[in-house]
């Protein structure tokens, strides 16, 4: 789809269907994955396959089904590994992003360790990074505020948000963070989820049972 702007291709992946964004300006080779899931090398290949320029690879969080694919994905496309610097332990250890039990157990040590309120650029595209722990410890969001888009991984769900049983989950913390960070930030940006339908929103703050 396109959005002020912006190319954002959806691809859904995995067992549990995460969400996986390519993401780059209409007239720019550049691009951003966010949260690869376990496939990397089918990411690389659109990448290559559409003429694109991988520059950075975004986490929103550590668990299994959203990083499996990065070790493919920089070995078939490049690209630096960013995550919030809280996740660097949930990251490294498989028994804390669950990817042990998956039966492939993984450990990654992200390039760049991003700050909470910190704004960097990426394939020609500005990005904010908002802290929003509940999910996990380190979970993030990127924020583009001129594009009125939002990646939120798993912190935020169409009418819904995410688990919190799983280590370092917490949810008071993650009802914190949609209400103080989330819901606050304008009624029509576009939010765009780990999983299932992407939402706005406006529509979460006056639809989604949590909060």
Do not use: W
């Amino acid at each position: 789809m396109e959005l002020n702007g912006l190319v954002i291709e959806s691809v859904v992946v995995g067992s549990v269907g995460t969400n996986c964004y390519i993401v780059h300006r209409k007239e720019d080779d550049r691009c951003v994955v966010i949260d690869p899931g376990d496939s990397g090398e089918r990411i690389g290949s659109y990448i290559r396959e559409h003429g694109l320029a991988l520059e950075d690879i975004l986490l929103t969080h550590g668990h299994f089904d959203h990083v499996l694919g990065v070790p493919g994905l920089v070995a078939a496309a490049g690209g630096r590994v960013c995550a919030y610097e809280g996740e660097k332990e949930l990251l490294s250890d498989a028994g804390l992003n669950v990817s042990g039990m998956t039966g492939r157990p993984i450990s990654i040590e992200a390039d760049v360790a991003l700050r909470d309120g910190q704004k960097f650029e990426s394939a020609g595209m500005e990005f904010q990074v908002i802290h929003t722990p509940g999910h996990t410890k380190g979970s993030c969001c990127y924020y583009m505020e001129k594009e009125k888009a939002l990646f939120c991984g798993d912190t935020l769900f169409f009418e819904s948000m995410g688990r919190c049983d799983l280590p370092t989950g917490n949810e008071g913390e993650l009802i914190r963070s949609l209400r103080e960070k989330i819901l606050t930030l304008p009624q029509d940006v576009r939010a765009f989820t780990g999983h299932g339908p992407a939402t706005q929103i406006g529509y979460e703050s006056e639809n989604n049972p949590f909060v």
